[in-house]
């Protein structure tokens, strides 16, 4: 079954809700406080949280951040629909290129566009992330999409 979940954008009320949410899947909540406003959260009918995907904006340069869908949903559209749904607001914000780090996601990442790339073609703003200085190991892939 194919998700038709509209994600609604995350609030600053919702912020330790997200970490909880990246640290049971494994991801890390790092530099989460200084963007919460960029995510987005996917929710069932009851209201439970299905998944949350979120951006940082660095000049015309974003960092797609935090995807992450509750494991009984994943295979659904869910992740895909989360992604569309931030690299949307990051293009209304002039945004023109994506990039991502991934341990183990860029299978999943080469279907929704991105390419792999090496560190040094990163905008060097984006480099002064949290993701790239204190959260991600120097092995995770670096990957990035045009989005204008």
Excluded at 115 to 142: G, H, M, N, W, Y
Aim: aromatic share 6%; hydrophobic share 40%; net charge negative.
């Amino acid at each position: 079954m194919l998700a038709s979940t509209q994600p609604r954008p995350a609030t600053k009320g919702d912020l330790l809700q997200i970490k909880k949410f990246l640290r049971e899947n494994g991801l890390p909540e790092v530099g989460v406080d200084g963007c919460v406003e960029n995510f987005v959260i996917a929710e069932n009918e009851s209201g439970s949280w299905i998944g949350v995907a979120g951006v940082e904006f660095y000049g015309e340069s974003g960092l797609l951040r935090s995807v992450a869908v509750e494991e009984q949903s994943r295979g659904r559209g869910h992740g895909r629909i989360l992604v569309n749904t931030v690299l949307g607001n990051a293009r209304d914000r002039g945004i023109k290129m994506v990039y991502l780090l991934t341990e183990d996601a860029d299978n999943y990442f080469e279907h929704l566009g991105f390419q792999i790339v090496d560190r040094k073609d990163v905008d060097d703003v984006v480099k002064t992330s949290l993701e790239f200085t204190d959260a991600c190991p120097e092995c995770a892939l670096v990957m990035r999409k045009a989005i204008d």
